[in-house]
């Protein structure tokens, strides 16, 4: 039995293939079926196991939904919405692929979610159950009372003793006993709503239908070069797209398998990798960087963590896939376990542009492009291709860089718009033109034209009237003597516009060198194509940066704090001014005089906005 091709499911009738189907074809298929899909601790699933988990889950919610429809509060062949607050568990894939083959709805709440925020989303989906566990159970109950139509006995608990009125998870599987047929589950139907991570505002839900899953994982699968016998590492949490488009799906369409993980941890990676011979992971980029520096801890220099692990007899790793992980991790991961190649994926849950970097592909791109990807700058021109030197220096970088948009049909089946969110959608179109809210540039290498990403649109700092990104900001930032992790963003000038700041979380056991931090800023902009106006003006020094539950640093607390010492007085932060030859200590005294400045330029307020 053979699984339609990707290019196959553009003819395939909507109706009849979906993700509950693809699971359900390898559960059936003789050389699959009794194969380990999720390998959890000392526990594995096969596909047949994962299947007739996946078939409780889905009598649980006909249940619910035949209720749901009696009590008028559903329509007959409207989707039940589902949501899942908890973190990576076997039970998390099972209600999901439950919810694939009873035609519903998943909501894939990230658990960083809080207070007004999870009441918030929770009211406005209208989710009338939700599967918890008992980490998260007690911020459900916070949130609660701001979500009229979730009643507390609809709180389903992975436990036996849930809290007084919630019901007990496993008890309410083994008890399932539905009538009817349920609902037939459509290929364009939304299996999956995948949240943003809510660092520049509301958090934006994306719904995913069973053709984007299915389509992304087809694709992957045949791209990368996976197999039967590969074996992947999932710890990145599957409220999170690349966890289902770059992990799941694709290993469901190779017939492999995968060790999940409840949470990531880089000191357990090595281990982890080398103990269950895993040959394949999806990764985003700050993960990467945190496991270079345990390793590089843990076994010291690079020749010897390279010693260490590139020839082990446990080593299998051969394959990498994700997004976010800079050129120079990647060479020295690849490096380190002996790989030949590292699959950087351009794209974000909306799935309109993706691009894939293959070998041979320049190592700093993020792969080829159509013509279809277009540049476009602040007034809606398209951006000429970055012309570049003999260091890769862009010399037209105020031409060239500008939002990553695509020329797209509106009637596209990657993107359906933002769930219950029709102005975010709008916000997204503009005609026939979609904004991905990321900048970027084009370059022409050897005939073929290549993506280069360049940071958020929401993360242009804006200095002496021109606009630059702050990724590229803290790229620089990042290679200064100790620094484990770097941020960038624009604060207030007294006179107008911003200035530039970096925030910094140094290695264990550094400590910050204003001088070296100043000559190494200069050395940057005489060799490595820094331009002066990038340089920051402040550098915030912080113990831990803070970060989401998806591992992005939180950017927008700290462009808020920006460096006001009356709102933050133990703050640790250093700054230049014009003429400076070294980075001198914020210290009260020097704040006052910044504050006067801005008072007496009638900017008083933009200090503590």
């Not at 049909?409 to 179109?429: H, I, Q, V």
């Not at 950017?555 to 933050?568: F, I, M, Q, S, T």
Request: aromatic share 10%; charged share 25%.
């Amino acid at each position: 039995m053979q699984l339609p091709s990707p290019a196959e499911f553009a003819r395939t009738s909507l109706s009849v293939f979906h993700a509950g189907r693809l699971l359900w074809l390898r559960a059936r298929l003789p050389l699959v079926r009794n194969r380990p899909l999720i390998l959890w601790g000392d526990e594995s699933w096969t596909y047949a196991e994962v299947y007739r988990e996946a078939q409780r889950y889905a009598q649980l919610f006909r249940e619910h939904r035949e209720k749901a429809i009696r009590a008028g509060r559903l329509q007959k062949n409207e989707q039940l919405t589902i949501g899942l607050y908890r973190d990576n568990s076997p039970a998390y894939f099972f209600a999901c692929f439950g919810a694939a083959l009873e035609g519903d709805l998943i909501l894939g709440l990230n658990t960083g979610f809080r207070g007004q925020i999870l009441a918030t989303l929770l009211e406005q989906s209208g989710t009338p159950l939700v599967l918890t566990d008992d980490d998260y159970v007690a911020y459900l109950e916070q949130a609660l009372d701001g979500v009229p139509q979730l009643k507390r006995d609809h709180v389903l608990v992975d436990t036996d003793q849930p809290p007084e009125g919630m019901q007990s998870l496993p008890r309410a599987l083994d008890s399932a006993r539905p009538a009817g047929n349920g609902r037939r589950p459509r290929g364009a139907d939304p299996l999956l709503v995948i949240y943003t991570s809510g660092t520049t505002g509301t958090p934006k839900g994306i719904p995913c239908s069973h053709l984007k899953l299915l389509g992304a994982g087809g694709l992957i699968a045949a791209r990368i070069g996976l197999k039967r016998d590969d074996r992947g590492y999932i710890a990145m949490p599957l409220f999170h797209s690349n966890a289902w488009l770059i992990a799941v799906m694709p290993t469901l369409f190779a017939g492999a398998s995968f060790v999940l993980k409840p949470k990531f941890s880089a000191s357990a990676f090595a281990n982890d990798v080398l103990e269950s011979h895993v040959t394949w992971m999806n990764y985003v980029g700050q993960p990467v960087h945190y496991i270079l520096a345990a390793l590089e801890q843990r076994f010291g220099s690079p020749e010897q963590v390279t010693e260490a692990l590139a020839s082990h007899p446990d080593n299998h790793l051969r394959i990498a896939c994700g997004n976010g992980a800079s050129a120079r991790d990647r060479q020295k991961f690849m490096r380190y376990f002996n790989m030949a190649h590292i699959y950087e994926v351009y794209g974000s849950t909306e799935a309109v542009i993706s691009t894939m970097l293959m070998p041979g592909d320049p190592p700093d791109s993020v792969g080829s492009v159509s013509k279809g990807v277009i540049i476009l700058d602040e007034n809606g021109n398209e951006c000429p291709p970055a012309q570049v030197d003999n260091d890769g220096r862009i010399l037209n970088y105020d031409e060239a860089v500008g939002e990553i948009c695509a020329k797209i049909n509106p009637n596209n089946l990657r993107f359906d718009g933002y769930f219950g969110n029709p102005e975010a959608t709008n916000r997204k179109y503009d005609g026939n033109i979609y904004h991905s809210g990321d900048l970027g540039h084009t370059r022409k290498v050897k005939g073929k034209r290549y993506l280069y990403f360049d940071g958020r649109t929401d993360d242009w700092i804006r200095k002496d009237g021109e606009n630059f990104s702050a990724d590229t900001v803290a790229h620089f930032a990042q290679d200064l003597p100790g620094v484990h992790l770097a941020a960038a963003y624009g604060v207030p000038d007294p006179v107008a516009d911003e200035r530039v700041a970096v925030a910094l979380q140094l290695e264990p056991g550094e400590r910050f060198d204003p001088q070296a931090a100043f000559d190494r800023f200069i050395e940057q902009q005489k060799n490595e194509g820094m331009d002066p106006k990038w340089m920051p003006d402040f550098i915030r020094i912080e113990e831990q940066l803070p970060m989401s539950e998806t591992n992005k640093v939180l950017v927008r607390h700290l462009r808020k704090e920006g460096y006001n010492l009356d709102a933050n007085p133990d703050m640790a932060i250093w700054f230049r001014e014009r003429g400076d030859q070294a980075y001198k200590k914020l210290t009260p005294d020097e704040f006052e005089r910044l504050k006067k400045t801005f008072e007496d330029n009638g900017r008083a307020q933009a200090l503590v906005a």
